[in-house]
């Protein structure tokens, strides 16, 4: 058979799972029929798979595939997605795209698996990180946005499943090298890539391998700023403040006048770049045998490793306010938007800081299987699925975040800016000011001292184990095809230890009045100056654009070096006392064990397909955390406290839960091309990994804010939703559709955050604020979703698609913003592709949307700003053998920020990556 762009079949939409080989498919009576192999290349027939998947399933659902053997649409997975009706991402540093959000509701909502086998995560919760797992060793991804009853339960926006390639979607021999090399414009750095894909059939076409490799290193910069903010008390409300230093007092009074109540003053803010060098392996493997054509066993492996250190070098500031300590003093709309700092004593006044944050990330992913079929006889079908899925990442006591102070007397103007990053200007007493001082290498040790130290980092384990038994009975009357059935097991354990040097109060070990100048400490602290390339330079404010870095390993050993050097008490410095130790209170472990089994039909008549099903889940969770009430509270000078803690003591609560998920789907199709869906169904979601365990910190005690939150609630109960989707859709030629949904979500006990004011917690003279996940009372998610596909002979086409939502939640019967949902959501792609020519650009867009409720009291809410991502990509193939190919990202340089209601001049947090190229040449054979 010829290759072709694209293919269809004419079997019912309900097995079309069944098919994604593209080997075989099994009829609406059963029979297995073999299929011809179909090769397919490049973005056009990408497009096509995927638009055939969407056609023959049988909910709504969307796709994408690898564009050939080995190779994805995009170098990352989570951006491929991003195309892809009403899903939007997150990124991280380098702009790599990692958690996946669908219909708006966040990644909590949403369940990623590999060939249906739930994956592992690295992080606190279920939501996978993408940018652990290279694109090349998937050939597909599903976004299924329905549910029928024999789909894993635990997504509520959706379900991604990732699959793997099969040697026999094209038999024989088969194989891929690339090489490829990236930089980033902003940051004028290099990356490369290596990857190549084997695939063989032996044995009369009985017995197929799949190997596959991949090593990257990827080097990049992200400019980064952020800010945190007080505000005042208001009266006759539950927001009781949040100004560290006192209410703040602008006219001196020392009282909290009405024109006072809930002002917005500057905390802390800093700007400076992240520097990543991610290196990524990963090795897959399949192997499948096919003894007859009743017998199908398959053995499948991933094994990855992500090992991303992060260094980033950032200037500091902490104008917060306390009595005396600031001066011409501004007022805007409720926002102090101007200040003086020029008090003489050494802690009233701005000391700039030195900021190097350290982040060893290193995680290794596996997932092992081992997968049969038999079809027993002409109605009967069993399968049977086994699996291990583990995730570690051990980084504990290996995280830093260290700060250097200066000591030099001076004047600071600190104003806010419409660009976002506050304006700074410091003169010293000595005639130095701060931005050309850095730029002239002007500053010294012996400028800085000491401060805060803090060691930090956690071991986290994820182990699940998966088995599943499923059968397929052919019945052939009263209107139903097929019977489906099955059981599953599931046994997860995560185990999260935190190491670090706060709650012995060794990060302020050699802080306050145990400063010690650096100068003293010798040679090798300080790295120089630092200006990188390109540096802010899309922001208008005023502050230095160059600053120093120093060396935290030299410095660490050169305070160690520093032992037996008396303190101002007297005492001998002791860098032990500073090391990093476990945490208990924010370690945990949990265990959670479910059962599940369903049953399902498929139904059909002369134009329209069914399903109707329930699954039954019954889920047993076990956790463990720890708690230490706190005995005193020691003030070592202004924003500078130790909280000393009893000894911990374990907490230990169980839960169980059961639920029954009934599901109904139907397709009726008005003429071969038109089609209309319906779909009801139940589902649920669970709560986060570390949300079940009763953790809790009181770090920021450290700094002089007295809060306490708890970052688990074994009590939380599952997220539950009773749902509907509606979707027309038209196939209107060849890989061209045009389709528009509407969905409607009503869901229980979401997840949110309680703050309760002035608790007494236990700790004398001293009240807090609390806060702690719970469920909230419900939300409503109702939207639409378009899209249009086309291409024309000619091979020009384009892809639209727009996701529209409104949400709202309430708690305690207050309606409040729905966290984590994009309103809208729309990407628009244009595509060329004919002969050797292979050329697509796409932007996605994403609008604003909460992402925190209540930061600064009711109706303050974080909210992350509208971002733009246009990618471009260019193919040419010079012959059977060579492609070459050229890839842009985010080709607009936009940033990705967060604000407070969106005011510009309350930034929370500026990320921007750059654009970045990547060449590449492949070689097949």
């Given at each position: 058979m010829p290759a072709t762009a694209w293919s269809q079949t004419a079997t019912p939409a309900a097995e079309a799972p069944a098919a994604q080989d593209g080997t075989t498919q099994t009829t609406g009576e059963g029979r297995a029929v073999d299929l011809d192999t179909v090769v397919v290349t490049g973005v056009r027939a990408s497009l096509a798979r995927a638009t055939d998947i969407k056609r023959d399933a049988a909910v709504v659902q969307d796709s994408i595939s690898a564009l050939e053997l080995g190779r994805f649409p995009d170098d990352n997975v989570a951006d491929s997605l991003s195309h892809i009706t009403g899903v939007s991402i997150s990124r991280v540093a380098g702009g790599e795209g990692q958690k996946v959000s669908v219909r708006g509701l966040g990644p909590e909502y949403t369940l990623t698996t590999f060939n249906d086998r739930i994956l592992a995560t690295d992080g606190e919760g279920r939501d996978f990180a993408y940018d652990v797992l290279p694109a090349d060793v998937i050939s597909g991804a599903d976004v299924i946005k329905g549910t029928q009853a024999s789909l894993t339960e635990g997504a509520i926006g959706g379900l991604v499943n990732l699959r793997s390639a099969s040697p026999f979607d094209q038999k024989g021999q088969h194989g891929i090298v690339r090489l490829e090399g990236d930089r980033n414009q902003m940051s004028e750095l290099n990356g490369r890539k290596v990857s190549a894909t084997y695939s063989n059939t032996f044995a009369n076409d009985t017995v197929g391998i799949l190997v596959g490799a991949v090593y990257a290193n990827r080097r990049d910069r992200t400019d980064v700023a952020q800010s945190s903010w007080t505000r005042n008390a208001v009266p006759g409300t539950d927001w009781s403040g949040n100004a560290w230093g006192g209410a703040i007092d602008p006219n001196g009074n020392g009282e909290l006048d009405p024109d006072e109540y809930g002002l917005i003053g500057p905390g802390q803010f800093n700007m400076g770049s992240i520097l990543e060098d991610k290196k990524r392996t990963a090795f897959s493997g399949k192997f499948e045998w096919r003894p007859t054509d009743d017998v199908r066993i398959t053995v499948d492996g991933l094994k990855t490793k992500l090992d991303s250190p992060q260094v980033s070098y950032q200037q500091s500031y902490y104008p917060l306010f306390a009595p005396g300590r600031w001066s011409d003093v501004s007022v805007q709309n409720g926002i102090v938007t101007g200040l003086t700092l020029a008090n003489p004593d050494p802690e009233q006044r701005l000391n700039p800081e030195l900021l190097n944050e350290t982040q060893y990330r290193v995680v290794e992913t596996e997932l092992f299987g081992v997968n049969g079929q038999w079809d027993v006889n002409d109605r009967l079908s069993l399968t049977g699925d086994l699996y291990r899925s583990t995730s570690k990442r051990h980084s504990g006591g290996q995280d830093t975040y260290v700060v250097l102070r200066m000591n030099q007397p001076n004047t600071s103007r600190i104003t806010l800016s419409p660009n976002g990053i506050p304006n700074v200007t410091t003169n010293f007493d000595d005639g130095r000011e701060l931005a050309s001082g850095l730029a002239n290498s002007q500053f010294t040790g012996s400028d800085f001292n000491t401060h805060y130290m803090e060691l930090r980092g956690d071991n986290i384990d994820d182990e699940i184990n998966g088995g599943t038994l499923g059968g397929?009975?052919?019945?052939?009357?009263?209107?139903?095809?097929?019977?489906?059935?099955?059981?599953?097991?599931?046994?997860?354990?995560?185990?999260?230890?935190?190491?670090?040097?706060?709650?012995?109060?060794?990060?302020?070990?050699?802080?306050?009045?145990?400063?010690?100048?650096?100068?003293?400490?010798?040679?090798?602290?300080?790295?120089?100056?630092?200006?990188?390339?390109?540096?802010?330079?899309?922001?208008?404010?005023?502050?230095?654009?160059?600053?120093?870095?120093?060396?935290?390993?030299?410095?660490?050993?050169?305070?160690?070096a520093y032992n037996g050097n008396l303190r101002p008490d007297g005492t001998p410095y002791d860098f032990s006392m500073a090391a990093p130790q476990w945490n208990p209170l924010e370690s945990y472990r949990v265990s959670e064990k479910t059962d599940a089994f369903y049953v399902q039909a498929d139904l059909s008549g002369e134009r329209w397909n069914a399903d109707v099903g329930v699954r039954f889940v019954k889920t047993k969770t076990s956790s463990q955390a720890w708690d230490a009430k706190i005995t005193s509270i020691t003030e070592n000078g202004a924003f500078n406290y130790v909280a000393a803690y009893a000894e911990p003591t374990p907490v230990v609560q169980d839960a169980d839960y059961h639920y029954w998920l009934p599901s109904a789907n139907f397709t009726w199709r008005f003429t071969d091309d038109l089609q209309l869906r319906v779909g009801a169904a139940k589902t649920m979601a669970r709560p986060s990994v570390e949300q079940l365990a009763p953790t809790n910190t009181t770090a920021s005690v450290s700094w002089g804010e007295f809060t306490q939150?708890?970052?688990?609630?074994?009590?939380?109960?599952?997220?539950?939703?009773?749902?509907?989707?509606?979707?027309?859709?038209?196939?209107?030629?060849?890989?061209?559709?045009?389709?528009?949904?509407?969905?409607?979500?009503?869901?229980?006990?979401?997840?949110?955050?309680?703050?309760?004011?002035?608790?007494?917690?236990?700790?004398?003279?001293?009240?807090?604020?609390?806060?702690?996940?719970?469920?909230?009372?419900?939300?409503?998610?109702?939207?639409?979703?378009?899209?249009?596909?086309?291409?024309?002979?000619?091979?020009?086409?384009?892809?639209?698609?727009?996701?529209?939502?409104?949400?709202?939640?309430?708690?305690?019967?207050?309606?409040?913003?729905?966290?984590?949902?994009?309103?809208?959501?729309?990407?628009?792609?244009?595509?060329?592709?004919?002969?050797?020519?292979?050329?697509?650009?796409?932007?996605?867009?994403?609008?604003?949307?909460?992402?925190?409720?209540?930061?600064?009291?009711?109706?303050?809410?974080?909210?992350?700003?509208?971002?733009?991502?246009?990618?471009?990509?260019?193919?040419?193939?010079?012959?059977?053998?060579?492609?070459?190919?050229?890839?842009?990202?985010?080709?607009?340089?936009?940033?990705?920020?967060?604000?407070?209601?969106?005011?510009?001049?309350?930034?929370?947090?500026?990320?921007?990556?750059?654009?970045?190229?990547?060449?590449?040449?492949?070689?097949?054979?």
């Open positions: 397929k009975l052919f019945v052939g009357d009263w209107g139903v095809d097929n019977l489906k059935f099955g059981v599953s097991r599931t046994d997860r354990k995560k185990r999260r230890d935190l190491i670090n040097n706060t709650l012995s109060g060794g990060a302020d070990y050699y802080s306050g009045d145990n400063a010690i100048n650096v100068g003293e400490l010798g040679s090798g602290v300080l790295r120089g100056t630092l200006a990188p390339p390109h540096f802010m330079d899309d922001v208008g404010s005023q502050f230095p654009r160059s600053f120093l870095g120093f060396d935290v390993p030299n410095y660490l050993s050169l305070l160690e939150v708890y970052g688990g609630n074994a009590d939380l109960k599952p997220y539950t939703a009773k749902q509907g989707d509606v979707s027309l859709e038209w196939y209107f030629s060849e890989s061209s559709i045009f389709n528009v949904a509407t969905f409607y979500k009503r869901i229980e006990n979401q997840i949110t955050t309680s703050w309760e004011p002035q608790q007494d917690i236990g700790v004398p003279g001293y009240l807090f604020n609390v806060m702690r996940p719970i469920n909230g009372d419900y939300a409503k998610v109702r939207g639409i979703e378009a899209g249009l596909q086309h291409f024309w002979d000619n091979g020009f086409g384009f892809r639209a698609q727009y996701t529209r939502n409104w949400s709202k939640s309430f708690v305690n019967g207050l309606e409040r913003p729905l966290e984590g949902i994009a309103p809208a959501v729309y990407s628009l792609g244009l595509i060329y592709d004919k002969g050797p020519w292979s050329i697509s650009t796409t932007a996605d867009h994403t609008d604003g949307f909460t992402t925190a409720t209540n930061v600064l009291g009711e109706g303050y809410n974080e909210q992350a700003d509208k971002l733009t991502w246009l990618t471009a990509q260019v193919m040419y193939r010079i012959n059977d053998t060579f492609t070459i190919s050229l890839e842009g990202q985010n080709l607009l340089d936009d940033e990705q920020t967060t604000s407070i209601n969106g005011n510009p001049l309350l930034l929370n947090s500026y990320y921007r990556y750059g654009r970045a190229f990547t060449l590449g040449i492949a070689m097949k054979f």
